[in-house]
């Protein structure tokens, strides 16, 4: 028993020591019993939240496998070595009761815990690329990875039969004959053009290893932070947009390692049932959408076909309006669909409802289902009866009243890619969709007519329009016109054919210039022509460069048309740049400042650097021969869609029920 002391109730002494006693603990004594209840306290917490059968036997499973794949000689020591044994040999053992336990292990655990791939699997890894790019060999198991590279041992024949021959009778796993992309198609016969084409699939390897080791299943990585990016369009929810959007990209390098992985995790992880946000329509059509068909096209894979029709199925919702014009954002649960609040009291906005038409069109034609063309044509409809303003489409439509919002005029952000889409369905119907292609003419004389300008240098460039005032400023977004202007110029012998293809090549040249005018030699967000400034950025929220394609895009396209060297000269000088300025230990990020000597970085490796700024460069290194413009049209998120009539993998559904 603790001691006890009196203290007496007043100044007296007092003669009866059971009357007024107040009993304490000295200090001492309380900080002894304050330590004690403490201890308990962190014994109790402790069990509660570390012992293991808190966890639940999965995830225990988890942490267990954890540390085996960091080293089985943890749980299982090796024996002393065999009497009489090769040195270097490991007893048998020793493997018989690994390979037990491994397959214990993997029937007892759930299947939803084996989530990020083995990066340490077999197959070529970064440092064999690079050492095979400075002229060393490759390992001898280098598989698939290796493929494309010289003296690269190919595939064994079991991993290529899974990636069926063009025009193949023979069923596949993916369910179709399908097209197989391996180091013989499209190398350009000079070695050089190899090597550097090689050089881009070693940083597509290197942008696609680090989003697996930090960020699967995420939208994107932060390759400074080493973690996932929650601030993309897609919200913090798991899309694995990086995934879909480089999954075509993987399988035309010959990375079909890396592509088997993604397709398994679109398999058993992607879905939108648990998305709580609302989702821009344009970005889940271009990105998923576009990526899933690509894949299908590839491949014949059903797979992707039915991931297609699934998403295409969860944005029907915003095409319910008066005008048949769908709003920007759903809710892909609840079907509640809205617009920005900053478009224009409401709109909805030109290069978002007007860049649906290839996906949704194609989607009908593979299905059967005519409900996304009928969407899609509606919009096309609408457009085409409104009155236009000079000729020109305003980037605002108001969905419910079917009347133009703010007249501003744009080829850049909020209207380039709906003036794509005008030549690219045409092209995309085997010049079939003639309403098109008579869209885009007129939209495009409009264009020539009251937006393209030349700057005292020589320089063209595509100005913005507001209220019948020109702002001379381009932004990075158009420079994708160079190829638009292009393949309008030499698709269809018209009238217009060489003014289209000097603009082209006007276009490109002015968005290359804007890039070597920086110290990074990468372009700026947007440049001005005005008060003696041309092609350069004067704001500072205008420097920033965040791994953009479109320059690219038109570098490869006129390199298509005219196979003028310039464009492979560009693009080299690219590549350098972004491996000097972008390339980090863990991937690759965007710029804030590309006038500065050593500009910060934002720390994202946007999903579309996989989809289209690397492909972009990938195919201007490759020959002709690899997806020919004239089988194949690329979407505004490059992901590549069969010709109709031309290319047998379109798939159209009397066709595709039969493989």
């Given at each position: ?512 210039e804007s890039y070597v005018r920086t110290y990074t030699r990468l372009g700026p967000e947007a440049f001005r022509f005005n008060d003696g400034v041309e092609a350069k950025a004067l704001k500072s929220q205008e420097k920033y460069y965040i791994l953009r394609p479109e320059t690219f895009e038109s570098y490869f396209v006129m390199w298509r048309l005219t196979h ?96």
């Amino acid at each position: 028993m603790l001691p006890m002391y009196q203290r007496l109730g007043g100044s007296q002494p007092s003669s009866n020591p059971l009357v007024s006693v107040r009993r304490s603990f000295r200090s001492s004594e309380k900080c002894l019993i304050l330590l004690v209840l403490l201890t308990f306290g962190f014994v109790c917490f402790g069990g509660f939240f570390f012992l293991p059968d808190n966890f639940g036997a999965d995830r225990v499973l988890k942490v267990y496998k954890q540390f085996q794949k960091a080293g089985p000689e943890i749980f299982i020591p090796p024996p002393p070595p065999a009497h009489g044994g090769l040195d270097g040999d490991e007893d048998f053992h020793k493997l018989n009761d690994r390979d037990r336990l491994q397959e214990k292990i993997q029937k007892e655990l759930p299947d939803d815990i084996l989530e990020k791939p083995d990066i340490d699997g077999a197959g070529t890894r970064l440092s064999d690329v690079s050492n095979a790019l400075d002229g060393g060999p490759l390992p001898k198991d280098s598989g698939p990875m290796g493929a494309g590279i010289e003296g690269a041992v190919p595939p064994p024949d079991d991993t290529m039969a899974k990636y069926p021959s063009k025009g193949s009778s023979t069923g596949t796993s993916f369910g179709g004959a399908g097209l197989v992309f391996n180091s013989s198609i499209g190398e350009d016969p000079d070695p050089k053009v190899r090597e550097k084409r090689n050089k881009v699939k070693e940083m597509m390897i290197h942008a696609w290893d680090n989003y697996k080791l930090y960020a699967w299943g995420k939208n994107e990585l932060k390759p400074i932070s080493k973690r996932g990016h929650s601030g993309s369009i897609f919200g913090a929810f798991d899309l694995g947009a990086t995934i879909v959007d480089g999954l075509d990209t993987l399988y035309l390098m010959g990375l079909h390692k890396e592509y088997d992985e993604g397709r398994d995790w679109v398999e058993r992880k992607f879905t939108l049932d648990n998305v709580g946000i609302d989702l821009s329509v344009f970005e889940t059509n271009i990105r998923f959408i576009g990526g899933f068909l690509t894949c299908y096209a590839f491949t014949g894979d059903r797979l992707f076909l039915d991931k297609a029709k699934y998403v295409a199925d969860k944005l029907l919702p915003a095409f319910q309006t008066p005008t048949g014009i769908p709003y920007a954002l759903v809710n892909v649960n609840s079907g509640v669909s809205k617009n920005y609040g900053w478009a224009s009291g409401g709109s909805s906005i030109l290069s978002e409802f007007g860049t649906l038409h290839m996906e949704f069109s194609y989607l009908s034609d593979i299905t059967g289902d005519s409900v996304y063309r009928e969407r899609v044509q509606t919009i096309r409809s609408v457009l085409k009866d409104l009155e236009k303003p000079k000729g020109l489409y305003p980037n605002y439509l108001n969905p419910k009243t079917g009347k133009w919002g703010q007249q501003h005029m744009s080829l850049g952000a909020l209207g380039d890619s709906f003036y794509e889409y005008l030549l690219k369905a045409w092209i995309q119907s085997g010049h079939e969709d003639e309403e098109a292609r008579e869209m885009y003419d007129d939209a495009m004389q409009a264009i020539i007519q009251h937006m393209i300008r030349t700057s005292q240098g020589g320089l063209t460039y595509v100005s913005d329009m507001k209220f019948d005032r020109l702002e001379h400023k381009m932004d990075h977004l158009a420079c994708f016109a160079g190829g638009l202007f292009g393949l309008g110029g030499t698709t269809l012998n018209n009238q217009y054919s060489e003014k289209y293809l000097e603009i082209g090549e006007g276009l490109t040249n002015t968005c290359h210039e804007s890039y070597v005018r920086t110290y990074t030699r990468l372009g700026p967000e947007a440049f001005r022509f005005n008060d003696g400034v041309e092609a350069k950025a004067l704001k500072s929220q205008e420097k920033y460069y965040i791994l953009r394609p479109e320059t690219f895009e038109s570098y490869f396209v006129m390199w298509r048309l005219t196979h003028d060297q310039k464009y492979r000269d560009w693009g080299w000088d690219a590549v350098q740049a972004l491996e000097k300025h972008c390339r980090t230990p863990n991937g690759f990020s965007g710029l804030k400042n590309v006038y500065l000597t050593d500009p910060q970085k934002d720390d994202v490796q946007q999903s579309f650097f996989l989809a289209e700024t690397l492909k972009y460069l990938y195919l201007l290194f490759s020959d002709d021969t690899l997806l020919p413009l004239d089988d194949w049209v690329f979407n505004t998120e490059a992901h590549p869609l069969p010709v109709k009539g031309r290319n047998s993998l379109y798939r159209a559904a009397s066709t595709s029920s039969a493989l």
